[in-house]
């Protein structure tokens, strides 16, 4: 695909983040995913919803703090900005 001067789409990534996610491949997952910004790709919501699933599938909540503080810098809605009220009570605590 690189030889031929084609490069993925953010649909592959976001597709192939899913795949590796819903197999429990999540380092593999994250490692496209960086790969996606190293393409000079830029991850939206779609994409970091992927990885995100694929990280609570497996109980990683960890990892999931970084997803949020990216997803935030961006302006992409966040799991709690769906939540009522759940930006008050995360600012006081």
Do not use: C
Request: no cysteine; aromatic share 6%.
């Amino acid at each position: 695909m690189k030889a031929s001067g084609m490069r993925p789409s953010g649909t592959s990534y976001a597709r192939l983040v899913r795949a590796l996610g819903s197999i429990g491949q999540t380092l593999k997952a994250n490692t496209v995913f960086q790969q996606m910004k190293w393409a000079d790709l830029r991850p939206g919501l779609r994409e970091h919803n992927a990885l995100l699933r694929a990280f609570l599938r497996k109980g990683q909540l960890q990892h999931t703090d970084y997803l949020r503080v990216e997803m935030g810098e961006r302006d992409l809605p966040t799991p709690l900005t769906f939540v009522p009220g759940a930006s008050r009570t995360l600012s006081s605590i």
